[in-house]
Nanobody
Framework: QVQLVESGGGLVQAGGSLRLSCAAS????????MSWYRQAPGKQRELVAS???????NFADSVKGRFTISRDNAKSTVYLQMNSLKPEDTAVYYC????????????????WGQGTLVTVSS
């Protein structure tokens, strides 16, 4: 089984920074895409940023220039560095992995983390 452990959420003032981490465990050989989504109260879950194993990234327009996403493939960990945070960034942030291949050959199409709350005060 693939398990995702997220950390790094919390309360920060507008203009501040936070770094989220998501570590995948479970005898993993490779992960095709690692992403962060977020869901604000009363809104749909949306993609924030993604990064493929080859390094291709994708960002929501609202976070371009402020957020960066990086991966440590050896640790099956993805990071989201969030700078210049705004109150509208307040949401529960979810880690998502797609195309997970296990060392013994098993395959999982997709897994979600439990979410970590980010609150940005004005």
């Amino acid at each position: 089984q693939v398990q995702l452990v997220e950390s790094g959420g919390g309360l920060v003032q507008a203009g501040g920074s936070l770094r989220l981490s998501c570590a995948a465990s479970g005898s993993i050989s490779s992960i095709a895409t690692m992403s962060w989504y977020r869901q604000a109260p009363g809104k749909q879950r949306e993609l924030v940023a993604s990064r493929t194993s080859g390094g291709t990234t994708n960002f929501a327009d609202s976070v371009k220039g402020r957020f960066t996403i990086s991966r440590d493939n050896a640790k099956s960990t993805v990071y989201l560095q969030m700078n210049s945070l705004k109150p509208e960034d307040t949401a529960v942030y979810y880690c998502n992995v797609r195309g997970v291949r296990g060392i013994s050959g098993w395959y999982k199409a997709e897994r979600w983390g439990q979410g970590t709350l980010v609150t940005v005060s004005s």
